[in-house]
Protein backbone atom coordinates (compact mmCIF):
# COMPACT_ATOMS: atom_id res chain seq x y z
CA UNK A 1 0.00 0.00 0.00
CA UNK A 2 0.75 3.51 -0.61
CA UNK A 3 3.33 5.33 1.84
CA UNK A 4 1.14 7.92 3.00
CA UNK A 5 0.67 9.87 6.62
CA UNK A 6 -0.40 12.68 8.61
CA UNK A 7 -0.18 16.17 7.86
CA UNK A 8 -0.06 19.16 10.64
CA UNK A 9 1.69 21.76 8.60
CA UNK A 10 -0.91 22.76 6.25
CA UNK A 11 2.29 24.77 3.99
CA UNK A 12 2.81 21.22 2.86
CA UNK A 13 -0.34 20.66 0.99
CA UNK A 14 -0.33 21.08 -2.67
CA UNK A 15 -3.12 22.98 -4.00
CA UNK A 16 -2.96 25.56 -1.56
CA UNK A 17 -1.19 29.01 -2.80
CA UNK A 18 0.72 31.29 -0.95
CA UNK A 19 -1.66 34.16 -1.16
CA UNK A 20 -4.56 31.75 0.50
CA UNK A 21 -2.25 30.49 3.16
CA UNK A 22 -1.56 33.89 4.66
CA UNK A 23 -5.59 34.39 4.48
CA UNK A 24 -6.19 31.66 6.64
CA UNK A 25 -3.47 32.78 9.00
CA UNK A 26 -6.40 34.06 11.75
CA UNK A 27 -8.22 30.22 11.56
CA UNK A 28 -5.02 28.23 12.09
CA UNK A 29 -4.16 30.87 15.26
CA UNK A 30 -7.73 29.72 16.12
CA UNK A 31 -8.27 26.07 15.03
CA UNK A 32 -5.70 23.30 14.24
CA UNK A 33 -4.83 21.41 10.91
CA UNK A 34 -5.02 18.08 10.37
CA UNK A 35 -5.28 15.65 7.55
CA UNK A 36 -4.27 12.47 5.57
CA UNK A 37 -2.70 12.41 2.24
CA UNK A 38 -4.36 10.35 1.16
CA UNK A 39 -7.65 12.06 1.85
CA UNK A 40 -5.85 15.26 0.36
CA UNK A 41 -5.57 13.16 -2.83
CA UNK A 42 -9.47 13.05 -3.55
CA UNK A 43 -9.53 16.87 -3.72
CA UNK A 44 -10.14 18.46 -7.09
CA UNK A 45 -8.15 21.58 -6.51
CA UNK A 46 -9.46 22.93 -10.08
CA UNK A 47 -13.59 22.98 -8.23
CA UNK A 48 -13.91 25.39 -6.15
CA UNK A 49 -16.68 23.68 -4.50
CA UNK A 50 -15.18 20.55 -3.80
CA UNK A 51 -16.65 18.73 -1.36
CA UNK A 52 -13.58 17.23 0.64
CA UNK A 53 -12.11 20.51 0.36
CA UNK A 54 -14.81 21.84 2.24
CA UNK A 55 -14.87 19.39 4.54
CA UNK A 56 -11.19 19.56 5.96
CA UNK A 57 -9.23 22.64 4.74
CA UNK A 58 -9.32 25.68 7.02
CA UNK A 59 -12.10 28.97 5.78
CA UNK A 60 -12.70 31.92 7.39
CA UNK A 61 -16.17 31.92 8.10
CA UNK A 62 -14.61 29.50 11.01
CA UNK A 63 -14.18 32.99 12.51
CA UNK A 64 -18.13 34.17 12.81
CA UNK A 65 -19.26 34.15 16.38
CA UNK A 66 -21.98 31.73 16.61
CA UNK A 67 -22.45 28.97 19.07
CA UNK A 68 -20.47 27.24 21.85
CA UNK A 69 -17.72 24.28 22.71
CA UNK A 70 -19.82 22.52 24.32
CA UNK A 71 -23.06 22.58 22.43
CA UNK A 72 -24.66 19.66 23.81
CA UNK A 73 -23.50 20.56 26.88
CA UNK A 74 -21.85 16.88 27.78
CA UNK A 75 -20.13 17.89 31.06
CA UNK A 76 -23.45 16.96 32.66
CA UNK A 77 -23.47 13.54 31.75
CA UNK A 78 -20.10 13.16 32.09
CA UNK A 79 -19.51 10.53 35.03
CA UNK A 80 -15.72 11.19 35.18
CA UNK A 81 -13.25 13.21 32.88
CA UNK A 82 -13.77 11.40 28.78
CA UNK A 83 -17.13 8.97 30.12
CA UNK A 84 -20.08 9.84 29.86
CA UNK A 85 -23.75 8.42 30.90
CA UNK A 86 -26.36 10.37 29.40
CA UNK A 87 -28.66 7.49 27.71
CA UNK A 88 -29.31 4.42 30.27
CA UNK A 89 -28.21 1.73 28.17
CA UNK A 90 -25.56 3.54 26.40
CA UNK A 91 -21.97 4.71 28.03
CA UNK A 92 -19.45 6.87 25.97
CA UNK A 93 -15.88 6.59 26.03
CA UNK A 94 -13.55 9.14 24.82
CA UNK A 95 -10.68 7.09 24.04
CA UNK A 96 -8.50 9.44 22.34
CA UNK A 97 -8.07 13.61 21.58
CA UNK A 98 -6.61 12.86 18.34
CA UNK A 99 -8.72 12.19 14.53
CA UNK A 100 -7.66 10.87 11.11
CA UNK A 101 -8.08 14.75 10.08
CA UNK A 102 -10.13 17.85 11.80
CA UNK A 103 -12.80 18.22 10.14
CA UNK A 104 -13.87 21.91 10.11
CA UNK A 105 -17.24 21.28 11.37
CA UNK A 106 -16.17 19.21 14.35
CA UNK A 107 -18.91 19.53 17.68
CA UNK A 108 -15.80 17.83 20.35
CA UNK A 109 -12.84 20.52 18.74
CA UNK A 110 -12.37 21.66 22.27
CA UNK A 111 -10.32 18.39 22.76
CA UNK A 112 -8.17 20.07 20.16
CA UNK A 113 -8.45 23.48 21.25
CA UNK A 114 -7.99 22.52 25.02
CA UNK A 115 -5.83 19.44 25.36
CA UNK A 116 -4.87 20.27 28.56
CA UNK A 117 -8.44 19.87 29.61
CA UNK A 118 -7.73 16.13 29.82
CA UNK A 119 -11.51 15.57 28.21
CA UNK A 120 -10.67 11.64 27.16
CA UNK A 121 -9.82 8.65 29.22
CA UNK A 122 -6.42 8.27 31.08
CA UNK A 123 -7.25 5.67 33.34
CA UNK A 124 -9.19 2.85 32.35
CA UNK A 125 -10.05 0.94 35.47
CA UNK A 126 -12.73 3.07 37.03
CA UNK A 127 -14.63 3.71 34.08
CA UNK A 128 -14.88 -0.28 33.75
CA UNK A 129 -15.57 -0.71 37.58
CA UNK A 130 -18.82 1.71 36.41
CA UNK A 131 -20.16 -0.16 33.50
CA UNK A 132 -20.13 -3.52 35.63
CA UNK A 133 -21.52 -1.88 38.74
CA UNK A 134 -24.32 -0.50 35.49
CA UNK A 135 -26.37 -3.58 34.15
CA UNK A 136 -28.29 -1.32 32.28
CA UNK A 137 -25.18 -0.67 30.28
CA UNK A 138 -25.98 -3.13 27.03
CA UNK A 139 -23.71 -1.10 24.89
CA UNK A 140 -20.53 0.98 24.77
CA UNK A 141 -19.27 3.27 22.35
CA UNK A 142 -15.56 3.94 21.73
CA UNK A 143 -14.52 7.20 19.97
CA UNK A 144 -12.86 10.71 20.68
CA UNK A 145 -11.41 11.69 18.64
CA UNK A 146 -11.32 8.62 16.72
CA UNK A 147 -11.81 5.42 18.13
CA UNK A 148 -9.45 3.77 15.31
CA UNK A 149 -6.84 6.40 15.78
CA UNK A 150 -5.41 4.20 18.76
CA UNK A 151 -3.11 2.01 18.42
CA UNK A 152 -4.47 -2.21 17.71
CA UNK A 153 -2.98 -3.21 21.09
CA UNK A 154 -4.63 -0.54 23.29
CA UNK A 155 -8.01 -1.11 21.59
CA UNK A 156 -7.55 -4.44 22.83
CA UNK A 157 -6.72 -3.68 26.52
CA UNK A 158 -10.03 -1.84 26.33
CA UNK A 159 -12.22 -4.42 24.16
CA UNK A 160 -10.93 -7.09 25.94
CA UNK A 161 -11.65 -6.10 28.92
CA UNK A 162 -15.41 -4.85 27.82
CA UNK A 163 -15.68 -8.43 26.58
CA UNK A 164 -15.70 -9.77 30.02
CA UNK A 165 -18.59 -7.68 31.34
CA UNK A 166 -21.34 -9.75 30.27
CA UNK A 167 -24.08 -7.84 29.96
CA UNK A 168 -21.90 -5.19 27.32
CA UNK A 169 -23.29 -6.95 24.36
CA UNK A 170 -22.50 -4.02 22.05
CA UNK A 171 -19.67 -2.44 21.52
CA UNK A 172 -19.23 0.22 18.81
CA UNK A 173 -16.29 2.14 17.83
CA UNK A 174 -16.89 5.69 15.99
CA UNK A 175 -14.35 6.43 13.18
CA UNK A 176 -13.84 8.20 10.12
CA UNK A 177 -10.18 6.43 9.23
CA UNK A 178 -12.13 4.66 6.29
CA UNK A 179 -12.84 7.87 4.48
CA UNK A 180 -9.76 9.50 5.84
CA UNK A 181 -7.28 6.73 5.69
CA UNK A 182 -8.10 3.44 4.83
CA UNK A 183 -4.92 2.00 4.96
CA UNK A 184 -5.36 1.99 9.07
CA UNK A 185 -7.34 -0.90 8.22
CA UNK A 186 -5.74 -2.46 5.45
CA UNK A 187 -2.51 -2.64 6.64
CA UNK A 188 -2.76 -3.84 9.93
CA UNK A 189 -3.99 -7.60 10.24
CA UNK A 190 -3.49 -7.85 13.91
CA UNK A 191 -6.62 -5.07 13.70
CA UNK A 192 -8.57 -7.22 11.62
CA UNK A 193 -7.76 -10.43 13.90
CA UNK A 194 -8.90 -8.56 16.61
CA UNK A 195 -12.03 -7.40 15.48
CA UNK A 196 -12.74 -11.39 14.32
CA UNK A 197 -12.01 -12.34 17.86
CA UNK A 198 -14.13 -10.14 19.55
CA UNK A 199 -17.55 -9.38 17.25
CA UNK A 200 -19.49 -12.88 18.48
CA UNK A 201 -22.31 -14.02 17.18
CA UNK A 202 -24.54 -12.98 20.10
CA UNK A 203 -21.95 -9.93 20.92
CA UNK A 204 -21.29 -7.89 17.46
CA UNK A 205 -19.11 -4.83 17.71
CA UNK A 206 -20.77 -2.17 15.38
CA UNK A 207 -18.12 0.06 13.30
CA UNK A 208 -19.75 3.42 13.03
CA UNK A 209 -18.44 5.25 9.65
CA UNK A 210 -18.60 8.89 9.20
CA UNK A 211 -18.87 9.38 5.24
CA UNK A 212 -20.40 13.16 4.22
CA UNK A 213 -20.34 12.89 1.01
CA UNK A 214 -19.84 10.08 -1.94
CA UNK A 215 -16.48 11.24 -3.21
CA UNK A 216 -15.30 10.12 -0.16
CA UNK A 217 -15.93 6.19 -0.92
CA UNK A 218 -12.78 5.72 -2.95
CA UNK A 219 -11.17 2.38 -4.13
CA UNK A 220 -9.11 1.66 -0.69
CA UNK A 221 -12.13 2.54 1.11
CA UNK A 222 -14.24 -0.38 -0.60
CA UNK A 223 -11.47 -2.64 0.02
CA UNK A 224 -11.17 -1.83 3.47
CA UNK A 225 -15.02 -2.60 4.21
CA UNK A 226 -14.49 -5.59 2.86
CA UNK A 227 -12.35 -6.92 5.37
CA UNK A 228 -14.10 -5.50 8.10
CA UNK A 229 -17.42 -6.75 6.52
CA UNK A 230 -15.30 -10.34 6.38
CA UNK A 231 -14.33 -10.08 10.14
CA UNK A 232 -17.73 -10.22 11.32
CA UNK A 233 -18.05 -6.52 12.08
CA UNK A 234 -21.56 -4.53 11.28
CA UNK A 235 -21.31 -0.84 9.61
CA UNK A 236 -23.73 1.52 9.28
CA UNK A 237 -22.96 5.54 8.66
CA UNK A 238 -23.50 8.33 9.98
CA UNK A 239 -23.41 12.34 9.05
CA UNK A 240 -24.56 16.08 9.95
CA UNK A 241 -26.04 17.83 7.05
CA UNK A 242 -23.07 20.08 5.76
CA UNK A 243 -24.39 23.34 3.76
CA UNK A 244 -22.63 23.56 0.85
CA UNK A 245 -21.46 19.65 1.22
CA UNK A 246 -24.44 17.20 1.18
CA UNK A 247 -27.40 20.14 1.76
CA UNK A 248 -28.93 18.81 -1.39
CA UNK A 249 -31.56 15.84 -1.61
CA UNK A 250 -29.62 14.41 -5.41
CA UNK A 251 -25.90 14.48 -2.94
CA UNK A 252 -27.55 13.29 0.11
CA UNK A 253 -29.73 10.31 -1.53
CA UNK A 254 -26.72 9.14 -3.71
CA UNK A 255 -24.51 8.67 -0.32
CA UNK A 256 -27.96 6.85 0.83
CA UNK A 257 -27.46 4.71 -2.27
CA UNK A 258 -23.74 4.40 -2.11
CA UNK A 259 -23.28 2.91 1.11
CA UNK A 260 -26.05 0.69 1.23
CA UNK A 261 -24.93 -0.48 -2.34
CA UNK A 262 -21.25 -1.45 -0.12
CA UNK A 263 -22.92 -2.93 2.69
CA UNK A 264 -23.37 0.02 5.19
CA UNK A 265 -26.63 1.32 6.32
CA UNK A 266 -27.38 4.95 6.63
CA UNK A 267 -27.94 5.20 10.48
CA UNK A 268 -28.26 8.87 11.58
CA UNK A 269 -28.24 12.10 9.71
CA UNK A 270 -27.34 15.05 12.35
CA UNK A 271 -28.63 18.50 12.25
CA UNK A 272 -25.54 19.96 13.00
CA UNK A 273 -25.22 21.11 16.79
CA UNK A 274 -24.63 25.29 17.11
CA UNK A 275 -20.86 24.79 18.05
CA UNK A 276 -18.29 27.13 17.87
CA UNK A 277 -17.07 27.76 14.04
CA UNK A 278 -19.73 26.02 12.85
CA UNK A 279 -22.18 28.67 11.50
CA UNK A 280 -21.55 28.44 7.60
CA UNK A 281 -21.74 24.46 7.68
CA UNK A 282 -25.29 24.99 9.51
CA UNK A 283 -28.63 24.19 7.74
CA UNK A 284 -32.09 25.68 9.20
CA UNK A 285 -34.24 22.20 10.80
CA UNK A 286 -37.15 22.98 8.62
CA UNK A 287 -35.01 22.91 5.65
CA UNK A 288 -32.66 20.14 6.63
CA UNK A 289 -36.23 18.09 6.68
CA UNK A 290 -37.48 19.05 3.57
CA UNK A 291 -33.71 17.80 1.92
CA UNK A 292 -33.50 14.90 4.22
CA UNK A 293 -37.49 13.63 3.26
CA UNK A 294 -36.88 14.32 -0.61
CA UNK A 295 -33.71 12.35 -0.57
CA UNK A 296 -35.31 9.41 1.37
CA UNK A 297 -37.92 9.70 -1.96
CA UNK A 298 -35.18 8.85 -3.94
CA UNK A 299 -34.04 5.69 -2.28
CA UNK A 300 -34.97 2.07 -1.88
CA UNK A 301 -36.26 1.00 1.78
CA UNK A 302 -32.20 -0.53 2.43
CA UNK A 303 -31.02 2.91 1.55
CA UNK A 304 -33.69 4.74 3.83
CA UNK A 305 -33.44 3.80 7.23
CA UNK A 306 -31.50 6.83 8.40
CA UNK A 307 -33.02 9.28 10.95
CA UNK A 308 -32.94 12.69 10.62
CA UNK A 309 -32.17 14.00 14.82
CA UNK A 310 -30.39 17.04 16.96
CA UNK A 311 -28.13 15.51 19.86
CA UNK A 312 -29.48 18.26 22.08
CA UNK A 313 -28.55 18.35 25.93
CA UNK A 314 -31.98 17.04 26.54
CA UNK A 315 -31.73 13.64 24.33
CA UNK A 316 -31.80 12.97 20.82
CA UNK A 317 -35.07 14.99 19.08
CA UNK A 318 -36.09 13.74 15.82
CA UNK A 319 -37.89 16.11 13.50
CA UNK A 320 -40.87 14.45 11.86
CA UNK A 321 -42.89 16.37 9.66
CA UNK A 322 -44.45 19.66 8.49
CA UNK A 323 -47.16 21.39 8.04
CA UNK A 324 -47.82 24.83 6.48
CA UNK A 325 -48.36 26.07 9.91
CA UNK A 326 -46.06 23.32 12.27
CA UNK A 327 -43.63 21.37 12.62
CA UNK A 328 -43.82 17.86 15.29
CA UNK A 329 -40.77 16.74 16.62
CA UNK A 330 -40.08 13.24 18.75
CA UNK A 331 -37.86 12.34 21.57
CA UNK A 332 -35.90 9.52 19.55
CA UNK A 333 -33.92 8.88 22.51
CA UNK A 334 -34.39 10.88 26.00
CA UNK A 335 -32.08 11.42 28.73
CA UNK A 336 -34.67 11.01 30.80
CA UNK A 337 -36.58 8.08 30.16
CA UNK A 338 -39.79 9.12 31.23
CA UNK A 339 -40.02 11.34 27.88
CA UNK A 340 -38.60 8.58 25.11
CA UNK A 341 -41.10 8.95 22.61
CA UNK A 342 -42.60 12.40 23.15
CA UNK A 343 -44.03 14.24 20.67
CA UNK A 344 -44.24 17.90 20.05
CA UNK A 345 -45.75 20.08 18.00
CA UNK A 346 -44.71 23.70 17.74
CA UNK A 347 -45.04 26.40 15.30
CA UNK A 348 -43.44 26.48 12.16
CA UNK A 349 -39.97 29.00 12.45
CA UNK A 350 -37.94 28.79 9.34
CA UNK A 351 -34.45 30.45 10.55
CA UNK A 352 -34.29 27.61 13.85
CA UNK A 353 -31.18 25.66 13.64
CA UNK A 354 -31.84 23.99 16.61
CA UNK A 355 -34.79 22.89 19.06
CA UNK A 356 -33.93 25.92 21.70
CA UNK A 357 -35.12 28.13 19.06
CA UNK A 358 -38.73 26.76 18.51
CA UNK A 359 -40.66 28.77 21.38
CA UNK A 360 -44.20 28.47 20.73
CA UNK A 361 -45.53 24.98 22.01
CA UNK A 362 -48.62 24.00 20.64
CA UNK A 363 -49.19 20.28 21.77
CA UNK A 364 -47.35 17.40 23.28
CA UNK A 365 -48.35 13.90 23.47
CA UNK A 366 -46.66 11.31 26.12
CA UNK A 367 -46.71 7.42 26.12
CA UNK A 368 -47.79 6.50 29.52
CA UNK A 369 -45.68 3.57 29.94
CA UNK A 370 -42.92 4.06 27.67
CA UNK A 371 -40.87 1.03 26.64
CA UNK A 372 -37.26 0.70 27.52
CA UNK A 373 -34.18 -0.73 25.39
CA UNK A 374 -32.87 -2.08 28.81
CA UNK A 375 -34.28 -4.48 31.61
CA UNK A 376 -34.87 -7.80 31.78
CA UNK A 377 -34.07 -9.56 28.39
Same mark, same amino acid.
Request: net charge positive; charged share 20%.
Given at each position: ? +??????????????????? @????????????????????????????????????????? #?????????????????????????????????????????????????????????????????????? #????????????????????????????????????????????????????????? #?????? @?????????????????????????????????????????????????????? +???????????????????????????????????????????????????????????????????????????????????????????????? @??????????????????????????????? +??
Amino acid at each position: M +PNQGYLTDIQKVKGINKTE @LDALQPVLNKFSFRAHEHYLSLINWQNPDDPIKKIIIPNLQ #ELEKWGRLDASNEKDYSIMPGFQHKYTSTAVMLISNVCGGFCRFCFRKRLFLHPEMNEYIQDLEPVFSYI #EAHPEINNVLLTGGDGLILSTSKLKTIISRLRQINHVKIIRIGTKLLAFNPFRILND #ENLIKL @LSAYSLPEKRIYIMTHFNHPAEISQPTLKAVQLLLKAGVILANQTPMLKGINDS +PYILANLFKKLSYIGIPPYYVFICRPTIGNFSFSVPIEKALEIFQKAQMMCSGLAKRARLTMSHASGKIEPVALTDKHIIFRYHRAADDSTSGDIM @LFKRNPNAYWFDDYQEIVDTYAYQKPYRCFG +PE
